[in-house]
Each structure stands twice: as structure tokens, then as C-alpha cells.
């Protein structure tokens, strides 16, 4: 059973397009990070949101953490051949020895097209 | 660049194998994570090091070991391989023990092929 469920799971646009990617879980979370992985690299952390309501801009990037701290949501604006990519949001859960540790979710393919 | 490396970058060996896999951290990282990427279960946190101490451990098969070193890199075993096995394995670092808002770096990962 995944822990953070993202949606969805593959989407191809066109550039100049917006889009929104959400995770979502059942667990509250003290944090959750989003990354992005291209093929043959490791995850690359984007943002990090802490607080409950928080929302973050990365330049066309859009972060919102849920008020329960329960989900998240990624926007694009104006997409670019250069967002494709597969988008990760990992939560981070406190609880005593499992300390910083990361559930990530599955990943949203992200493909947009010239 | 993360600044942490992994090798080796490709590996493939049989069955029944044992295998050892490197990670060096950032400059300055305490903390070593271990991860499994496959295509069916997507990125799983397998363990992580603190200081050279066991830290938090996650979905780790008793198959799997592992270890940090005074220098701070660490190592990741695999033994008695199954086809199962074949994953990308990546190792993240992070400044501090883990804290939930503390960012983690991560390598460029193995890609481990098991025939």
C-alpha cells in the first residue's frame, strides 16, 4: 500500500499549457518535499512546504500544502519541453526513531510536447 | 551536481550473487539514506546511516545489509540476488540526522540488472 498516492500518473501536454499534478494521503505529515527525476539521474529536490496552507512559487511553479497537511498540489504555468520530467512528492514523517524519514509517492510522468 | 556519488553506475550479475554497492555523500553530510527505485513499487526507503550509526530503517529484505564508515561512505550488500532485485538503487545525504524539513541530495543511483 503506497502511502501518498499522486495523479496522475502519466500526462502529456502541450507546450504553453497549465497543469496541476496533487498528491494525497491519509497521514498527516510534518513536511513534504517535491522532486523532479530525469532519466539516468537521481531525484532533484524542487521545494520543500512545512506549514499547513503554505504555498510556494518556484518562477512558473506553484507549491500548496494542504491546511491538515494531509496533500499537496503541484502547478505549472505556461508549461515548457523543459518541465518533462517525473514529478515526486515525498512526505516527511516524524515519529520517533523514523526520524526524517521519506515516503515518496509513485511519480507523475510529465510530458510536454513542442 | 549532487556532490554525492555513486558506483558503480551500472551492474549486472546472476542469480545467487552477492553484490556491493558505494555512495560517497555531500561534503559536510552526516547523513546517508539508501532507496530502491522499481518500476512497480516506485522509490522505497530502505535504511539510513547517521554518523556512522543505524538511524531508521525501512523495507530492507534481511538479504540486504549495510554499513557507514569513519570517513562517512557507505555501502549497501546485497546477497543471494534474485531476478526481483534488479532496481535502481540510489543513496541520498543530508546535513543533520534527518529532521523533516532538512533536504536530502541524491546520487545518480546503480541500476542493477540480476539474470
Known amino acids: 500500500t503506497q502511502l501518498l498516492e499522486q495523479s496522475p500518473q502519466f500526462l502529456s501536454i502541450q507546450e504553453g499549457e497549465n497543469l496541476t499534478v496533487y498528491c494525497n494521503s491519509s497521514?498527516?505529515?510534518?513536511?513534504l518535499q517535491w522532486y523532479r527525476q530525469e532519466p539516468g539521474e537521481g531525484p532533484v529536490l524542487l521545494v520543500t512546504?512545512?506549514?499547513?496552507?503554505e504555498v510556494k512559487k518556484l518562477k512558473r511553479l506553484t507549491f500548496q500544502f494542504g491546511d491538515a497537511r494531509k496533500d499537496s498540489s503541484l502547478h505549472i504555468t505556461a508549461a515548457q519541453t523543459g518541465d518533462t520530467g517525473l514529478y515526486l512528492c515525498?512526505?516527511?514523517?516524524?515519529?520517533?526513531?523514523?526520524?526524517?524519514?521519506?515516503?515518496f509517492g509513485r511519480g507523475t510522468q510529465l510530458t510536454v510536447w513542442p | 551536481d549532487s556532490g554525492v556519488t555513486q558506483t558503480p553506475k551500472h551492474l549486472i550479475t546472476a542469480t545467487g550473487q552477492r553484490v556491493t554497492l558505494r555512495c560517497s555523500p555531500r561534503?559536510?553530510?552526516?547523513?546517508v539514506y539508501w532507496y530502491q527505485q522499481s518500476l512497480d513499487q516506485g522509490l522505497q526507503f530502505l535504511i539510513q546511516?547517521?554518523?556512522?550509526?543505524?538511524?531508521a530503517k525501512g523495507n530492507i529484505l534481511e538479504r540486504f545489509s549495510a554499513q557507514q564508515f569513519p570517513d562517512l561512505h557507505s555501502e549497501l550488500n546485497l546477497s543471494s540476488l534474485e531476478l526481483g532485485d534488479s532496481a535502481l538503487y540510489f543513496c541520498?545525504?543530508?546535513?543533520?540526522?534527518?529532521?523533516?524539513?532538512?533536504?536530502?541530495?541524491f546520487g545518480d543511483g546503480t541500476r542493477l540488472s540480476i539474470l
Open positions: 541520498a545525504s543530508s546535513v543533520g540526522p534527518g529532521y523533516s524539513n532538512q533536504p536530502q541530495h
Open positions: 497521514s498527516v505529515f510534518s513536511s
Open positions: 512546504v512545512v506549514t499547513g496552507g
Open positions: 515525498a512526505g516527511a514523517e516524524y515519529r520517533g526513531s523514523t526520524l526524517g524519514r521519506l515516503y
Open positions: 561534503s559536510g553530510d552526516l547523513s
Open positions: 546511516y547517521y554518523n556512522g550509526e543505524e538511524r
